[in-house]
């Protein structure tokens, strides 16, 4: 069993949709981390959370410590959304688990 | 701030050859990170450095991978000797806490043919 499981794995949308990405975890976590992988590989960290809510743009990450889940909101979404991202959780033992990735991918 | 940089960005090796890939973390961030990623197994976290020590190496795969970090702005990830099954993109990544936002390199390409 994975630590940390998402979904969905594959996501295809429409421009301008409204998409969320759900991230489960069993492990208690000191913080979680939403990346985001562009096609050419390179990986950005969009956030890291421990409780509540976190916006930048038109993304939105929440969290629920209680219920061990964590989704990544993307609003008005567009084709350079296109990217894969992974949900990584870092326990309170000072070790890192990653989800599978979701690809996504926005069509204009 | 440049980023977190690492060379070389793609590098092609035989089986039995020595590897070496290199990182120059952000100035001021206390934990460098060494992940490796393949299409199999996602993301793993190799090794992280806290203040140039090694903290957590357990997730080195075998003897054959080294790391050290002589200093608080370099780091290399050694293989040696390399296999096939090493093929992969290697990632540095360095933060100011353990569980703050990281930085990532770009990458290493590393193909062992």
């Known amino acids: 069993k994975n630590e940390v499981e998402q979904s969905p794995q594959n996501l295809t949308a429409q421009e301008g949709e409204f998409i969320t990405i759900n991230c489960s975890y069993s492990v208690g976590i000191s913080a979680l981390h939403w990346l985001q992988q562009h096609p050419g590989g390179g990986i950005v960290s969009l956030f890291m959370l421990s409780s509540g809510k976190k916006k930048h743009g038109r993304l939105i990450a929440t969290i629920n410590i209680q219920e061990k889940h964590s989704s990544l909101h993307i609003t008005a979404s567009h084709p350079r959304d296109s990217a894969v991202y992974i949900c990584a959780v870092a326990n309170t033992g000072n070790q890192f688990y990653f989800g599978t990735g979701t690809s996504l991918t926005v069509i204009p | 701030d440049a980023g977190v940089i690492q060379s070389p960005r793609h590098e092609v090796t035989e089986m039995g050859q020595e590897v070496t890939l290199r990182c120059k973390p952000i100035?001021?961030?206390?934990?460098l990170f060494w992940y490796r990623q393949t299409m199999m197994r996602g993301l793993e976290l190799l090794i992280y450095f806290n203040n140039n020590v090694p903290i957590d190496d357990s997730g080195m795969p075998e003897d054959r991978f080294s790391a050290k970090m002589p200093n608080a702005s370099f780091s290399t990830l050694k293989i040696q000797p390399s296999e096939p099954r090493d093929s992969a993109v290697y990632f540095c990544?360095?933060?100011?806490?353990?569980?703050?936002?990281?930085?990532f390199g770009s990458g290493t390409r590393l193909t062992v043919v």
């Open positions: 990544a360095s933060s100011p806490f353990f569980a703050d936002l990281s930085t």
């Open positions: 100035s001021g961030h206390d934990y």
